[in-house]
């Protein structure tokens, strides 16, 4: 799921009208000392992570004057909240908190939901997953009919909520759910939706995330690679990504792993697992004969050959790799003989630039004899020093692992 950022989410809000404090992101202590001077009062200052519970983490501060905001915002920038480091802050007017309220959307996707479903608490400010059952007004939207006003009204009333601040949460909730619906969430919430001491509703606080699916009606959004990729993505990993938004079959997971420099050091092989379990019994295995990994790939989900291809063409195409190695530990129910077309059209093409080449290929599971003929005879007359294993060997991590090291310490020392 695409994630963003509390201040990415109000703004959505403000777009939406839906009110949120005043404020600013900024990303040195110095700009959060001028934010809270242009908001000319007690400010709060806040990491800007993909994680929740910040308040608890000490990654939200509040502050009287300019001076102890930029000493708040020095304490944040750089601090790691649940393994994620802090590089921006959002400077807000602080509120005067009479009651926080819980507002959200999010995709039930149970057998009997499968929708978009509004919730409302007047317990808010804390996980909606700890506020009693009875707390919460739930409803399933018909995606189709869609909502009404008098639904949002009827949903906050249900939980005791009167007078003007009804009209203001539920017209909060109305919108939220339209924002949701444009955007394509599958989680838009407020925790806290504030009520202020003077009566005005604010949303103090925003979760969203994107479904990845939908991202290509949204290049708005600027998002490079639709699924779960903390880091900033490479060239490499782009590319890779481009095999996966052209082609829903199967999948393909694929990530740069080293950077160039380290590479051309020695001691990398491209790696290609099927199945993320392969993928980590590879690892492991060549972590034990000292060789290092230039790539993560993970084909799995019964890939066309043609995705196989251009991942394979992927990895091949790392400067300074001393090996491919196929990581097939798992009796595949995927018809393998994608992908030994796949590879041994990339490699047939690939090999003749690396005379010697050191390649480990263990491919097992549904259509293995038929994909064992086609790697072994599709490979055949190749000058790369290439070995093939099937069934035989897809308990033997150790032996396989064992092979990847005696063929690079070959292919080295042909070439000193
Ligand atoms: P989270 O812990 O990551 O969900 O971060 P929140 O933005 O929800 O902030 C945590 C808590 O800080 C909220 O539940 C509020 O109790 C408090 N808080 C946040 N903004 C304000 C504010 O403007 N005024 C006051 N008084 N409290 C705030
Ligand atoms: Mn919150």
Redesign the pocket.
């Known amino acids: 799921m695409a994630k963003f950022f509390?201040y990415q989410g109000k703004e959505l809000f403000k777009e939406s009208g839906i009110p949120i404090?005043e404020g600013m992101v900024v990303n040195t202590p110095e700009d959060a000392k001028q934010a809270a001077e242009k908001l000319a009062g007690p400010v709060?200052i806040?990491a800007q992570v993909w994680?929740?519970?910040?308040?608890?983490s000490g990654?939200?501060k509040?502050a009287d004057t300019p001076e102890e905001a930029e000493a708040a915002a020095e304490a944040i920038l750089g601090m790691e909240v649940k393994g994620l480091e802090v590089k921006q802050v959002l400077v807000?007017?602080?509120?005067?908190?009479a009651q926080?309220f819980y507002a959200g959307v999010i995709i039930n996707s149970a057998q009997e939901v499968r929708g978009p479903v509004l919730m409302f608490s007047p317990e808010?400010?804390i996980d909606i997953e700890s506020v009693p059952e009875d707390k919460i007004a739930i409803m399933n939207v018909d995606v189709i009919k869609g909502i009404m006003p008098y639904d949002t009204l009827n949903l906050v009333s249900s939980m005791g909520v009167k007078g003007k601040s009804l009209r203001q949460i539920a017209d909060v909730l109305f919108k939220l759910f339209k924002a949701f619906q444009k955007m394509d969430c599958r989680t838009l919430e407020i925790?806290?939706l504030?009520l202020t001491g003077d009566g005005k509703v604010l949303a103090?606080?925003c979760r969203m995330a994107v479904d990845d699916q939908a991202l290509f009606r949204h290049p708005e959004l600027g998002i490079k690679i639709g699924r779960e990729f903390l880091k900033e993505p490479t060239e490499f990993d782009l590319i890779a990504w481009s095999f996966e938004e052209s082609d829903f079959r199967g999948t393909s997971y694929v990530a740069q792993m080293a950077e160039p420099a380290e590479v051309a050091k020695g001691g990398y092989v491209g790696y290609h697992g099927i199945g993320g379990g392969a993928a980590m019994l590879g690892m492991d295995a060549l972590n034990k004969v000292d060789i290092k990994v230039a790539d993560y790939a993970d084909t799995s989900g019964n890939p066309t050959a043609s995705k196989v291809y251009r991942v394979v063409k992927l990895i091949m195409a790392i400067p300074g790799i001393e090996g491919y190695f196929l990581s097939g530990f798992m009796m595949a129910n995927q018809e393998q003989w994608h992908h030994a077309h796949g590879i041994v059209k990339a490699l047939r093409e690939e090999l003749p630039k690396r005379p010697g080449f050191p390649v480990v290929l263990l491919l097992c599971g549904n259509k293995e004899k038929e994909s064992q003929e086609i790697l072994k005879e599709g490979l055949a007359g190749l000058d790369a020093r290439i070995e093939i294993y099937d069934r035989e060997h897809v308990y033997d991590a150790k032996f396989i692992g064992g092979r990847v090291r005696a063929l690079v310490d070959e292919y080295r020392e042909e070439r000193n």
Do not use: Q, T
């Open positions: 509390e404090p709060v806040k994680a929740g519970g910040r308040g608890k990654a939200v509040f807000e007017e602080k509120l005067d908190i926080e808010g400010g925790n806290p504030v103090a606080d």
